[in-house]
């Protein structure tokens, strides 16, 4: 079950409880709802529930698209909390793109032109485009929030996708390429990365790959990786102790291909991932500590334990320190990022001209769009409760997206704030 947040009377994170505690809690006017996602109760009076133990860890697995987030229990394995953040770099992209191009079309105009003065266009050393900073930020947020709601002690991350050191241990044997150990695990991932996921020698796909020596270990080819490929049964029986150079004499194009494919460098199929090295910095900056792991190892933690693959699980299989896990009846919170709206005060038409002017305050009547209201209506033509994004008009008549539709013309006196807006909506 997924736990609830509390704090202390003076804001500061005890350990999450269970959600029929809470309930009680509040039934009995012990507590007050403080936050609504992720759900977060405030007690009103002191030593109501336990010491923290401070024992959590934050775990991330940062992807393009959605970051997965768990919040475990290092001691018990229990899962407290999981979460997959939705990122916003394609909107970021088209918003810069379009006005990219609309400043562009405008320079073109046959009107006075001015030479640039000086050369205001340098980037700074470990720069990111801004797309690839939102998601670092939308991290930051994240870690910094349930930082504030629950007492997380550690941090762990996905850093790379296969961890080389381990491949280069030229101990393992022929048995270990076959998932046995991590470090044939991580090998084996590694190589259908890099082959394809197909036989070299007939190019079949969809079948079990064998890990297969290239020059073979009776003529003195070594473990290394480089000297690996993969292969399917039939082809690997058919080659058996074959050196290869033997084994395609007839199709020597072939046989070039797979000798240059071989040799290609490690470091290229490892992609050097800025972005989650950036992010690596920032958590760093956090001052707790920060446990790194790999593409590999995650997998093979959620195998071992038999977990189906979703980024929250993902998350919560990252890093040597992942505990046998405990995550019956976990429900992520399903976030999306959606910014904080924008700074300009007009908006263009397709063809870049000023057509809507956008009001100069946010707020009316308390209540700015994308806040999620609670409306009683108990008046007029749309009597009910309707609970939803708003979205404000300067007359006080608001339009709520609740779960019926889209509900227009409410006036603000129906309604109250459940949750303020900050940048992000949430679902289950
Ligand atoms: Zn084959």
């Known amino acids: 079950m997924s736990k609830v947040f509390v704090l202390d009377t003076k804001k500061r994170p005890l350990d999450p409880i269970h959600s029929a505690q809470a309930r009680q ?12 996602f992720p759900f977060t109760i405030i007690l009103k009076e002191s030593s ?5 133990v401070s024992n959590i860890r934050i775990k991330l697995d940062p992807g393009a698209k959605i970051t997965g987030i768990s919040l ?11 979460a997959e953040l939705k990122h916003r770099g394609f909107t970021i992209r088209d918003a810069l793109n379009s006005r990219r191009q609309l400043r562009r079309g405008r320079r073109n105009r046959k009107t ?7 050369l205001n266009r340098t980037r700074p050393d470990g720069w990111l485009s801004p797309s690839l900073m939102s998601r670092i930020h939308n991290v930051e947020t994240w870690v910094n929030r349930l930082r504030k709601l629950a007492p997380i002690a550690a941090i762990s991350t996905e850093l790379v996708k296969f961890d080389m050191q381990l491949m280069h241990n030229p101990e393992i044997e022929g048995k270990e390429y076959q998932q046995g150990t991590l470090a044939g695990y991580e090998t084996r991932e590694y190589l259908l990365e890099k082959w394809n996921r197909q036989c070299v020698y007939c190019g079949v796909k969809n079948v079990p790959l064998q890990v297969e ?24 029986i058919k080659k058996a102790t074959k050196d290869i150079k033997e084994f395609l004499k007839k199709d020597s194009a072939k046989l070039q291909k797979i000798l240059a494919q071989a040799k290609k460098p490690l470091a290229n199929a490892a992609a050097v991932n800025a972005t989650r090295y950036k992010l690596l910095e920032v958590l760093k900056s956090t001052s707790l500590p920060v446990e790194c792991g790999s593409g590999g190892l995650t997998k093979f933690n959620r195998t071992s334990q038999q977990l189906t693959k979703t980024h929250w699980i993902d998350a919560a299989c ?29 908006r263009t038409d397709k063809f870049g001209f000023p057509n809507r002017y956008v009001p100069r305050f ?15 209506v108990t008046n007029g033509k749309k009597i009910g409760e309707y609970i939803g994004r708003v979205a404000v008009r300067s007359t006080g008549s608001f339009n709520i997206s609740a779960k019926q539709g889209l509900i227009q ?8 704030t459940i949750h303020r807006k900050d940048g992000y909506s949430y679902g289950f």
């Open 25 to 36: 809690l509040l039934r009995n006017k012990k507590a007050a709802i403080f936050r609504r």
């Open 48 to 52: 109501v529930v336990d010491a923290p």
């Open 72 to 82: 475990v229990n290092d001691s018990t394995g229990e899962v407290i909390f999981a």
């Open 112 to 118: 006075r032109y001015r030479k640039p003065r000086f």
């Open 213 to 236: 020596h290239i020059h073979p270990r009776s003529k003195g080819g070594s473990n290394s990786i480089t000297n690996l490929t993969l292969s399917c049964e039939k082809c690997n």
């Open 318 to 346: 990252v890093g040597k320190s992942t505990p046998t896990l405990n995550i019956k009846g976990i429900k992520p919170l399903l976030i999306t990022s959606n910014g904080h709206g924008t700074r300009q005060l007009c």
């Open 362 to 376: 946010k707020f009316v009547n308390g209540f700015q769009t994308g806040d999620i209201v609670k409306a009683i």
């Open 409 to 416: 013309g409410i006036n603000h006196k129906y309604c109250s």
